[in-house]
């Protein structure tokens, strides 16, 4: 059963950087489609990024200071991001499905779900 953990959120002025990690356990991640979506508060599930075998995606509103990447000997999908703003406040979770279709950004096609990490960027 595939088993996915975020990691790295916290705290961070504006301006700043956090690298999120997805990690998953039991199974090989690569055979994976990965995406990670966020949810501010009061709002819905937004979509962020997703990763497949030939492709890298980003929602509309990265503008080039997310970059998301896998790390093959950690079993990880990792998701840099720079230059935060206030409005990047979330929990940001990772997603998966065995799938070779290609990645996308509609949370309804990730089967598997992580439980989340707290990103807070404010001063």
């Known amino acids: 059963q595939l088993r996915l953990v975020e990691s790295g959120g916290g705290w961070v002025q504006p301006g700043g950087s956090l690298r999120l990690s997805c990690t998953a356990s039991?199974?090989?991640?690569?055979?994976?489609?990965v995406g990670w979506f966020r949810q501010a508060p009061g709002k819905g599930r937004e979509y962020v990024s997703c990763?497949?075998?030939?492709?890298?995606k980003y929602g509309g509103f990265v503008k080039g200071r997310f970059t998301i990447s896998r790390d093959i000997r950690r079993n990880s999908v990792e998701l840099q991001m720079n230059g935060l703003q206030p409005e990047d406040t979330a929990v940001y979770y990772c997603?998966?499905?065995?799938?070779?279709?290609?990645?996308?950004?509609?949370?309804?096609?990730?089967?598997?779900w992580g439980q989340g990490t707290q990103v807070t960027v404010s001063s």
């Open positions: 997603a998966a499905v065995q799938a070779k279709d290609g990645c996308s950004g509609y949370a309804r096609n990730y089967r598997h």
């Open positions: 039991a199974v090989n991640l690569e055979e994976y489609e």
């Open positions: 990763i497949d075998d030939g492709s890298l």
